[in-house]
C-alpha cells in the first residue's frame, strides 16, 4: 500500500470522525476567543434570588486548525451565560474562584479534538512519513542489483 493511499484514506476518515459538534464558522484557521466551562458558580458566591445557576468558565484566545486548538492565550474567568455569552466576574468573585483548585484552567471541559486533535494529527503524519520513509528504504535495500555481463 502506498504512503499516499495511506494519507488519502486517513484525511477521509478523520474528514467524517472529527466534525466537531460545537464547529464554529471558519475555514481551515480558526482564530478568536473560545469559552471553556468549569463548573457551577458556588452557592455561597451566587447574588440572591439568582433563578438557575451560573456557570463558571475560562474565555480565551485561541489559534486553532480544523477546530482544534493549537495555542490558547489570556485565559480569564467569567460567568458563562448560554453557549456563546458571557459577563465578567466581579474583582472579589474571581480572586475567590482563582484561589480554589476545583477552578484551575486544567479542569477546563474541552473535548479531546479540541485539546489533543492537532497534536494528534501531527504525531499520525509523522508516523506515516517515517513508515513511507522506512518501507521506501526497504525497497531500495532489496532491490536486485545489476551484475555486469
Given at each position: 500500500?502506498?504512503?499516499?493511499?495511506?494519507?488519502?484514506?486517513?484525511?477521509?476518515?478523520?474528514?467524517?470522525?472529527?466534525?466537531?459538534?460545537?464547529?464554529?464558522?471558519?475555514?481551515?484557521?480558526?482564530?478568536?476567543?473560545?469559552?471553556?466551562?468549569v463548573?457551577?458558580?458556588?452557592?455561597?458566591?451566587?447574588?440572591?434570588?439568582?433563578?438557575?445557576?451560573?456557570?463558571?468558565?475560562?474565555?480565551?484566545?485561541?489559534?486553532?486548525?480544523?477546530?482544534?486548538?493549537?495555542?490558547?492565550?489570556?485565559?480569564?474567568?467569567?460567568?458563562?451565560?448560554?453557549?456563546?455569552?458571557?459577563?465578567?466576574?466581579?474583582?472579589?468573585?474571581?480572586?475567590?474562584?482563582?484561589?480554589?483548585?476545583?477552578?484551575?484552567?486544567?479542569?477546563?471541559?474541552?473535548?479531546?479534538?479540541?485539546?489533543?486533535?492537532?497534536?494528534?494529527?501531527?504525531?499520525?503524519?509523522?508516523?506515516?512519513?517515517?513508515?513511507?520513509?522506512?518501507?521506501?528504504?526497504?525497497?531500495?535495500?532489496?532491490?536486485?542489483?545489476t551484475?555486469?555481463?
Amino acid at each position: 500500500m502506498s504512503l499516499r493511499l495511506l494519507l488519502a484514506t486517513l484525511a477521509v476518515s478523520l474528514g467524517f470522525l472529527v466534525t466537531p459538534a460545537h464547529a464554529k464558522k471558519g475555514g481551515i484557521i480558526n482564530t478568536g476567543d473560545e469559552m471553556f466551562e468549569v463548573a457551577d458558580l458556588p452557592a455561597a458566591l451566587a447574588p440572591p434570588g439568582l433563578s438557575s445557576p451560573i456557570k463558571i468558565g475560562y474565555l480565551c484566545n485561541r489559534f486553532g486548525i480544523f477546530w482544534a486548538d493549537v495555542w490558547t492565550w489570556d485565559c480569564k474567568l467569567v460567568a458563562i451565560e448560554g453557549e456563546q455569552s458571557y459577563s465578567d466576574l466581579p474583582a472579589s468573585v474571581s480572586t475567590a474562584l482563582a484561589a480554589d483548585p476545583a477552578f484551575a484552567k486544567s479542569k477546563a471541559k474541552r473535548g479531546f479534538w479540541n485539546h489533543y486533535g492537532f497534536w494528534t494529527v501531527l504525531g499520525l503524519l509523522g508516523a506515516f512519513i517515517l513508515f513511507g520513509a522506512l518501507t521506501k528504504s526497504k525497497e531500495t535495500d532489496s532491490s536486485p542489483e545489476t551484475q555486469p555481463a
